[in-house]
């Protein structure tokens, strides 16, 4: 193959609004950004591998798109994502549950819960390499892909558009069911690996929860540790926020009271990221006051995966008024 794996995928730069169409060379093209694994699939005959955004070999954790590509009658590198569908929504720890497993409990998930590789881009077809052709050309070639060899599950062509009304729909409506904003792409720029060259609008929801433990003095707090409760009343932590203003710490600083040794999470260790083992130095405090946050639409099992933007005091919300643990987002326009 003219491209060897690793590659590293091209990648986004992020920004609060839809870019202009002069923003990229060529006007823009406005792709749904999804809440799944990005995949790189290299295949040429005898050798088939899907590459990790970080460059791991993940072609057992989802065997059915490692042999759907085996089965492809010519060579190809694609980038795309990996996503699985359940219950109406993407489902992000469904994938995660794919990761390091024996081959056997993959290819049994993928019995039971199927993924889908969504392709946007084509970054070569047989012998030639398209890496420096402008992405119209390399999306035409895409879609004749698609059409000749008529590919269905588990793959998926990622719809495409320069209609900005219908991107705004991507924001503002599919946020609930896993579409987590939008990428822009130059229709004349190449592909260039490693680069953050395209532009992405994370769409955003403004939601409600309540302070449950601050980083920093409680006089002062840095940021926050935002919880819900769940159904058996169980105060459960939902968020963390990014750092505050100077005017929100100022006000809270002056309502935060240090949580006693009933607190519900006196006791409970909290690492320093989702994804870290670190543990996270916090101090309790009274679960009586809420905030309003902007946050994106990466919900796991009701906690935001990324650090979430607080707004306001709700001093208009009692903590019992709070949508209970994994429910009551609402999208807003990005």
């Known amino acids: ?78 980038d795309g994502e990996a996503v699985i569908l359940m219950e109406g929504r993407l489902q992000f720890g469904a994938l995660q549950q794919r990761v390091n497993r024996p081959l056997a409990t993959t290819r049994h998930l993928a019995h039971l819960q199927p993924a889908h590789y969504l392709a946007f881009d084509l970054l070569q077809r047989g012998t030639a390499e398209l890496l420096h052709e402008p992405y119209r050309v390399r999306r035409a070639a895409l879609e004749d892909l698609f059409a000749t060899h008529d590919l269905g599950a588990p793959w998926t062509l990622t719809p495409v558009t320069d209609d900005r009304e219908l991107a705004e729909q991507w924001l503002t409506l599919w946020g609930p069911v896993g579409v987590e904003g939008v990428v822009a792409k130059g229709w004349d720029q190449a592909y260039h690996p490693g680069r953050r060259g395209w532009i992405k609008v994370r769409a955003k929801e403004t939601s409600e929860a309540i302070i449950g433990a601050v980083t920093g003095p409680v006089t002062a707090p840095l940021t926050l540790l935002l919880g819900r409760y769940d159904t058996d009343g169980i105060l459960r932590l939902a968020a963390r926020s990014t750092p505050l203003t ?75 008024d709070v949508a209970p643990f994994g429910e009551g987002q609402r999208p807003v326009s990005g």
């Open 1 to 78: 193959m003219a491209l060897i794996p690793p590659i590293e995928p091209m990648l986004a730069k992020a920004t609060d609004t839809l870019p202009v169409p002069r923003a990229l060379p060529g006007g823009i093209a406005l792709e749904p950004k999804y809440d799944g694994f990005r995949l790189l699939v290299f295949h040429s005959s005898g050798t088939t591998q899907l590459q990790s955004r970080s460059g791991n070999d993940l072609s057992a954790a989802f065997p059915e798109i490692t042999d759907a590509a085996a089965a492809l009658p010519e060579e190809v590198v694609l």
């Open 246 to 320: 100077a005017s929100l710490r100022s006000e809270l600083g002056r309502l935060l009271t240090a949580g006693g040794p009933g607190h519900p999470w006196a006791d409970v260790r909290i690492t320093a990221s989702w994804s870290s083992r670190e543990p996270l130095e916090f101090t309790p405090v009274e679960p009586e006051h809420v905030v309003e946050f902007h946050g994106d639409t990466a919900v796991d099992a009701g906690r935001w995966r990324h650090a979430v933007r607080p707004l306001r005091l709700r001093t208009d919300i009692a903590p019992a």
